[in-house]
Structures are given as structure tokens and as C-alpha cells.
């Protein structure tokens, strides 16, 4: 009963769902290829280094990154800040560069449950806004400057 | 009807969450718990309470003749104090006629066009408000009484919008008012989001509205398309809101920040 497939660990069951899943996305029109390995996207989105301050502002702004609406973090200026996930603080030490890629792109691949919107994702929606539609949550170069910024998240 | 029809299949093919938990009726609570003493007490006196203004409009309307019909509300139901006493504690409701549920704002439309024979009012309007928040203040304390048995395929639809995923956040309905029901979005309290308060006063807005100008909100929130004012899933959310908070006492005109 030797599967050549079978999965010898929870890491790499979730290596061949990822690597399986990937061309739906990718090939998605208007976004920007990229490759899932194991549970990270190791390569920048765009080829290039994002920027830490902008990543910053797009973090703490309540209508373009969104996140404090249900993250907490090292934001002192923001007394508004949310509960329903964990807190920022530290995620830089917690994971590398590219596994904060994947979960900011689309954590439902990680947790299908999960109540994080998926930020550079465009299939697989339902009755999206007519101004949005068809468009990821953030921008290709948005996402760099974000994770650029969580990596220094450090603790 | 063939609107109805579509809109539950619609809904049934709809991805629902694997596990989503109705709140235990004991766990119930409304968001006024969760004001300030100050909103409470706003809330609380007729005389503080901004959305009395619209139930006086309400009643000079009741008493006003309109239509071809030249006929008042109270031309037909007397006082309403008595004849509307603990009907809003009963919408939407089953019209018969029509074969499909109806929310007391449509009910008060359909008495203008069958009745007075003039024109319906526009939903969110001053005028329909005011006729629905008069309506709705004769049920003031009175526990809402959910059609269940003649609401089911209502109540079912609107449980399946209410747990389906939508909008580019691709969030449901369920994941902020069942799930993380009492945590904090920015600086909000999410609350158990039922209907008890409508028409309302929301001093974000600083006016009155509807359940569905809320359920709009919540919709533009997750970025996601609103439905049209009067849409059948409106009503089908409402059935399924009013049937979760069965038994709950009606608020109405509440008072939100």
C-alpha cells in the first residue's frame, strides 16, 4: 500500500495542496505570476525590494491596508485598534520573508477558515463591489512595501 | 414569486461556512448593552430621543387623506396605538396574496397603492420612516414573534446570505456578528447584529434608518455589492435576523452611535 505521493509530514501535505492550487491564481488576468513553495512565496512579486515607510502607512491606514481593523500593533498613534486576530508585533521573527508574502496574498490557502481577506487575489469571490471588481485588495507593489515593513516587526 | 424562487436556489448554491454557530438563546443581547449610559439614556427618554421626531411625523401622516381613495392610514385602522399594537413584532411577514414574505415597509406601501391609490413611497424616504417608525413604536417591549411555520424557505434563505462568504474582503455576515460577536473591529464593539432597534437613529448618520440602510453598510463594509432597496434577499436576511432574535423585545426607535 506505497502511495509515491503520500505526504510524510502535515509540512508537506500542505507543499502539494499549495504547489496543486497554484495555477488558478497565478494564472489569474491582471495579476502578477508567482510560486508557492511550501507554505511561503519566497520571490518578491515584483522583482524588487519594497519600501518599509510605505509599508508602514499602507499597515496603520484603515481604508487602504485595513488591518488594524482586526490586528493590534506597534501603531502608538492609532488608539483604534482591533481584536479578532493576533498582534503584529513580532510576526518578523515569527516567520521569514516569504511566508508573511503568502499569508498577506491569501491566507485562506494556509486556513481555509480564516477570516483575513485575502489581499492579492481575485478568483473565487462572490458579489464583489462593482469599483473593486477584479481588482486585488492591494497592489502588487502595495504588498512588497507591506511585508517589506512586517519583516522589521521583530521582537 | 419566480424572484423568490431564484433567490433561494441562488442562495442554496452559495458556498456557506463549514461551521458556522448560532448563538445560544440565552447568550442574546442586544447592542444597546453595549453603549454608553449616555446613548442608553438617549435611547431611554422620549424627550432625548431623536427618532420620536419622525413617530410625530408618523402620526400626523396616519391622520392625513391621501390618494385617489382620499383616505387616511386611520381612516381604515383607527388608532393605531391599538389596531398596530405588536404587528412590527410580527414582520416581514407571509402575504398570501402575493406568495412571498413582505417587510412592514412594503406593507405600507401596499396599503398606499391598493388602499389610497397613490404612489408608493421611496424606501428610506421621510415620509415612509416616519409611517414605519410609528408602526414600529406600538411594539415597543413586545417580544418579536417570528412566523416560523409560513417562513421557513425565507428564514433558510436568509440564514444561507448570512453565512455565505461576499465582496472582495470575502467575508460573511456570520464571521463578524456569530463568531467575533464582543471583540473589536478598530475601536467597535461588534455586536450580535439583530434587528431590534429599526427604524433607528444612528448618530453616525444623523438620522433615521432602516435595517436595511445598516445591512447596506455592513455590504459597502465588505466590499461587496448592496442589494437594491426592497430586494427579496433584504427580506430574507430580515426573516432569518427576526427569527435569531425570536423572542427579544423590539426597540424601536432605538438609538446607535
Request: net charge neutral; aromatic share 6%; charged share 20%.
Amino acid at each position: 500500500m506505497s502511495c509515491p505521493f503520500r505526504a510524510t509530514s502535515a509540512a508537506g501535505l500542505t507543499a502539494l495542496w499549495l504547489a496543486a492550487a497554484l495555477p488558478a491564481a497565478g494564472a489569474e488576468e491582471g495579476l502578477r505570476l508567482f510560486a508557492v513553495v511550501g507554505d511561503a512565496i519566497p520571490a518578491s512579486l515584483t522583482g524588487a525590494k519594497g519600501d518599509t515607510e510605505r509599508g508602514r502607512a499602507i499597515v496603520a491606514d484603515r481604508h487602504v491596508g485595513l488591518c488594524l481593523l482586526c490586528h493590534s500593533g506597534p501603531f502608538p498613534e492609532e488608539p483604534l485598534q482591533g481584536t479578532l486576530a493576533p498582534d503584529l508585533r513580532g510576526v518578523g521573527s515569527r516567520w521569514s520573508e516569504g511566508q508573511l508574502r503568502l499569508r498577506v496574498v491569501d491566507a485562506a490557502r494556509l486556513n481555509p477558515g480564516t477570516i483575513m481577506p485575502p489581499y492579492y487575489r481575485t478568483d473565487g469571490l462572490n458579489r464583489v463591489a462593482p469599483s473593486v471588481r477584479g481588482k486585488p485588495v492591494l497592489t502588487a507593489d502595495e504588498i512588497e512595501d507591506v511585508v517589506a515593513f512586517l519583516v522589521t516587526l521583530r521582537e | 414569486m419566480l424572484r423568490t424562487a431564484q433567490l433561494i436556489v441562488a442562495v442554496s448554491l452559495a458556498v456557506a461556512l463549514a461551521a458556522s454557530e448560532e448563538i445560544p438563546l440565552s447568550e442574546r443581547h442586544s447592542s444597546y448593552q453595549d453603549m454608553s449610559a449616555e446613548t442608553r439614556a438617549m435611547q431611554d427618554h422620549d424627550a432625548e430621543n431623536p427618532g420620536m421626531l419622525w413617530v410625530l411625523d408618523g402620526e400626523a401622516l396616519w391622520q392625513t387623506k391621501a390618494g385617489k381613495a382620499a383616505i387616511a392610514c386611520a381612516g381604515c385602522h383607527g388608532d393605531a396605538e391599538t389596531s398596530m399594537k405588536g404587528v412590527a413584532a410580527r414582520y416581514p411577514a407571509y402575504d398570501a396574496r402575493r406568495g412571498t414574505a413582505i417587510d412592514l415597509a412594503g406593507r405600507i406601501n401596499v396599503c398606499r397603492t391598493d388602499h389610497q391609490q397613490s404612489p408608493e413611497l421611496a424606501r428610506e424616504s421621510r415620509d415612509l420612516l416616519a409611517l414605519t417608525a410609528l408602526v414600529a413604536r406600538q411594539s415597543h417591549g413586545l417580544p418579536i414573534d417570528s412566523d416560523e411555520a409560513r417562513l421557513r424557505p425565507f428564514i433558510d434563505a436568509g440564514r444561507a446570505i448570512f453565512t455565505a462568504r461576499q465582496g472582495q474582503l470575502d467575508l460573511a455576515c456570520a464571521h463578524c456578528h456569530d463568531a467575533n460577536r464582543g471583540k473589536k473591529l478598530a475601536g467597535i464593539t461588534l455586536s450580535q447584529g439583530h434587528p431590534t432597534g429599526y427604524p433607528l437613529y444612528r448618530l453616525e448618520w444623523q438620522t433615521l434608518g432602516s435595517l436595511q440602510r445598516r445591512l447596506r453598510n455592513c455590504l459597502i463594509g465588505m466590499r461587496a455589492e448592496p442589494y437594491a432597496y426592497g430586494a427579496p434577499e433584504y427580506i430574507a436576511l430580515e426573516a432569518y435576523l427576526m427569527w435569531r432574535a425570536r423572542g427579544m423585545p423590539l426597540e424601536s426607535p432605538a438609538v446607535r452611535p
